[in-house]
């Protein structure tokens, strides 16, 4: 095989150089200089369960790569736990860590001009994270996610990490005893991987299948089977014919791949976190994608997956329902997909789905058919109202009732607002302002499961409003809105709310509205000073002095 022009002036050079005389020192031979040099992009750390099984993943893909004539070069990104780091300071790392991720690609496949890369990741930001480095570097890749936890159990009960969480609000409220609260507490993530309701994770590994930069069926494998080992290979092997046959990341991701993309990720419920991510992966690979073109997808594509954290089943259940393939079909068959576009196989996405079945198995209820739709539209609405003038997120699915009016609960820091709920100072009808936690003022969006999940411990989920300039976990659900533009920090409508205002959150006129007149607005902010930086130093503060709004993904280049 001819090897590729970007590794060509390093393992020969224009003259023999003695650039060479490194490699053999890895142990390459005369013969290696004419493969292609594959990257291995291995988030694999010990810090989170969600990467600490990856290791077998990147030996199987590398075994697979040199087996294929090619000369796998592994090297590190890192990650950050947003389990782990939830509710602390070290979750401002958390989006932080998704550019990281994507510098780290860029800077050894570029630096070392790599022939292709494989990127394998497990927690939320190593998938968007690699994808970003992936388009910025357009050698032939691949995603190889990392795989999903199975669920834990306790008396009975399946749980997830959100189960967790959510019981912190029901212990302290006196409805669930110590001896509960500490069993859903161990037995909440029983294995490797990452967290397994349709959460961030799980949510952004299923739509690079239908972004066609991910095989099928490897986005919903649960981390310790075997099954995720040999995909991984069978990854490996799939991107050693991609660069032989020259197919790029920016030849696969177009807006009509983005657009299937989020067509899946509405089909299934997904994370609120894919808005984010998916205005970053556009702006890297070149294509104009607005929050309006979210709103423009949402409004034609169903629910079709009955998924926590809104619904009742877990990704596992779902891979044995027929996995992301299954619901990528049913939407083809419905016109709801470009079945055109390309993938890293080589053939379309038709072609990829032509042996699926045109309708779900009829022996389960995870998958539904488009005649029973679990919702008619899509759950993810983009709402807009002088509170967020450039647009906010919320996720609709599994309310009683999406509109709430009710008195302004004022907060500029997340330990005051958890301090309220947990000590009953938040009753019905209230909405929560959590505000100074945008790009800038957070800085790095930290997301607020904990208050979401301590507000449903404590049975306020569909009670409570709470809006915020900062994110959501993807295994938030509630009357919750998020990514609020313009932030606080930059003088937005959300920093001039006051201790009862009335805030209204309409969901079905797509609407976030402050009841306050606009001339009083309007002397608030003139009144209004922009708080000092809260860091002047190091990775927060390159971030909070690069980042874009929400509403452009909080990219910083």
């Known amino acids: 095989m001819p090897f590729n022009e970007r590794s060509k002036h390093i393992t020969q050079g224009v003259a023999r150089s003695p650039n060479r005389a490194m490699y053999y020192a890895l142990?390459?031979?005369k013969a290696d200089f004419d493969k292609p040099m594959i990257g291995i992009?291995?988030?694999?750390?010990?810090?989170?369960?969600?990467?600490?099984?990856?290791?077998?993943?990147?030996?199987?893909?590398?075994?697979?790569?040199?087996?294929?004539?090619?000369?796998?070069?592994?090297?590190?990104?890192?990650?950050?736990?947003?389990?782990?780091?939830?509710?602390t300071e070290g979750m401002k790392y958390s989006l932080v860590s998704r550019e990281v991720i994507a510098d780290c690609i860029e800077t050894c496949a570029q630096g070392q001009w790599m022939d292709g890369v494989l990127a394998i990741g497990g927690c939320d930001k190593n998938m968007p994270g690699g994808m970003i480095g992936i388009l910025r570097v357009n050698a032939p890749a691949i995603f190889v996610y990392g795989g999903t936890i199975k669920p834990g159990r306790w008396k009975g009960e399946e749980l997830s990490i959100v189960s967790a969480f959510e019981a912190v609000g029901a212990f302290m409220a006196g409805s669930m005893s110590e001896e509960d609260f500490e069993g859903i507490e161990r037995n909440a993530c029983p294995c490797n991987g990452s967290c397994g309701g349709m959460y961030t994770a799980n949510t952004m590994s299923s739509s690079f299948e239908a972004l066609g930069m991910s095989l099928l069926h490897s986005s919903t494998m649960a981390a310790p089977d075997r099954e995720k080992r040999d995909s991984a290979a069978q990854s490996g092997r799939v991107l050693v014919e991609a660069v032989k046959k020259g197919i790029k990341p920016l030849d696969i991701v177009t807006r009509r791949s983005i657009e299937n993309a989020v067509a899946l990720v509405m089909a299934i419920g997904g994370s609120t976190n894919a808005v984010l991510h998916y205005l970053a992966i556009a702006h890297a690979a070149g294509i104009d994608w607005t929050l309006d073109d979210f709103e423009r997808v949402r409004r034609k594509v169903p629910v079709l997956c009955d998924l926590k954290p809104s619904g009742r089943y877990m990704a596992v259940d779902l891979h044995a329902a027929g996995g992301i393939p299954q619901v990528l079909k049913i939407l083809l068959k419905a016109g709801l997909l470009h079945g055109d576009c390309l993938t890293i196989t080589g053939r379309t996405l038709a072609e990829e789905l032509a042996g699926v079945p045109d309708a779900p198995r009829a022996d389960q209820d995870i998958i539904m058919p488009i005649d029973r739709a679990l919702y008619r539209e899509g759950h993810l609405?983009?709402?807009?109202?002088?509170?967020?003038?450039?647009?906010?997120?919320?996720?609709?699915?599994?309310?009683?009732?999406?509109?709430i009016t009710g008195p302004a609960r004022v907060f500029d820091d997340e330990p005051s607002a958890m301090e309220a709920i947990l000590s009953d100072r938040i009753r019905p009808g209230d909405v929560l302002v959590l505000r100074y936690l945008g790009p800038r003022g957070g800085p790095g969006m930290p997301e607020m499961l904990a208050p979401t999940a301590a507000l449903v411990g404590r049975g306020l989920g569909e009670s409570v409003g709470l809006i915020t300039d900062g994110r959501f976990s993807g295994g938030t659900w509630g009357m919750v809105v998020g990514h609020v533009a313009p932030e606080a920090f930059v003088g937005g409508t959300i920093a001039l709310v006051e201790e009862g205002d009335i805030v209204t959150i309409d969901a079905r006129k797509l609407l976030l509205r402050l009841?306050?007149?606009?001339?009083?607005?309007?002397?608030?902010?003139?009144?209004?000073?922009?708080?000092?930086?809260?860091?002047?130093?190091?990775?927060?503060?390159?971030?909070?002095?690069?980042?874009?709004?929400?509403?452009?993904?909080?990219?910083?280049?």
């Open 27 to 29: 142990g390459y031979e």
């Open 41 to 87: 992009a291995n988030g694999y750390s010990t810090i989170t369960p969600c990467n600490a099984g990856l290791q077998p993943l990147a030996d199987a893909a590398a075994a697979a790569i040199k087996a294929a004539g090619a000369n796998p070069q592994m090297f590190g990104t890192p990650t950050i736990s947003d389990g782990m780091s939830m509710g």
């Open 381 to 403: 609405a983009i709402l807009k109202g002088n509170l967020a003038e450039d647009g906010a997120v919320a996720k609709i699915t599994g309310l009683k009732s999406p509109v």
């Open 515 to 557: 009841e306050v007149d606009a001339a009083e607005i309007a002397r608030r902010r003139a009144a209004w000073k922009q708080p000092e930086p809260r860091y002047r130093r190091g990775v927060l503060a390159k971030f909070a002095t690069l980042a874009r709004p929400a509403n452009e993904g909080a990219i910083t280049g």
